[in-house]
């Protein structure tokens, strides 16, 4: 006999492997020796530690909070199975800001010329990932051009100039 835990048989119990050897009398009022082959398989357990970045899929199901987690299965020989998960659960984050420049902006070595939404995606403390969004405005310098023609001196935004040139304010 092949069983899990434990077998019983006449009135007594087993939870060994081994021959069992009874002996009885027959009918006529002779020996009977009758030899139990047993076999007998335990219940087997697991556990797993895992620690995951936002939700984690384990036999089917999805799991977004820490916690242990139990799952009850049969192993190979019939008998009970039990696998324990020991999960840790950490978050990804997120943040937003915005912010406005003129002609152009760098974060992070990326520098942007026009206004727009920018994610640029890090690791937070936990391990997880950090996505950090930027709501971009740029806005362009105007630049005017004009000739000026002067006797020995020119005045232009309380600067004054004395020689011909090409002058920017």
């Known amino acids: 006999v092949a069983t899990c835990e434990q077998y019983s048989w006449d009135e007594v119990t087993y939870t060994t492997s081994g021959d069992k050897v009874r002996q009885f009398v027959s009918s006529q009022g002779c020996d009977s020796i009758v030899t139990l082959h047993l076999t007998l398989y335990q219940p087997t357990e697991s556990a797993q530690h895992l620690t995951v970045c936002d939700r984690y899929e384990w036999n089917g199901e999805s799991y977004t909070t820490s916690g242990i987690y139990q799952k009850n299965f049969t192993n190979a020989h019939g008998c009970d199975s039990t696998a324990t998960l020991y999960l840790t659960v950490n978050y990804s984050s997120t943040y937003e800001f915005d912010d406005v420049a ?68």
């Not at 100039?161 to 304010?169: I, P």
């Open 102 to 169: 003129c002609d152009s902006y760098t974060w992070n070595n990326q520098t942007y010329t026009t206004s727009g939404d920018y994610e640029q995606v890090f690791t937070n403390a936990v391990g997880c990932d950090s996505i950090v969004t930027l709501h971009l405005t740029i806005n362009y310098s105007n630049s005017y051009e004009f000739d000026a023609v002067a006797c020995d001196s020119y005045t232009w935004n309380n600067q004054t100039y004395t020689t011909s040139g090409d002058y920017e304010q």
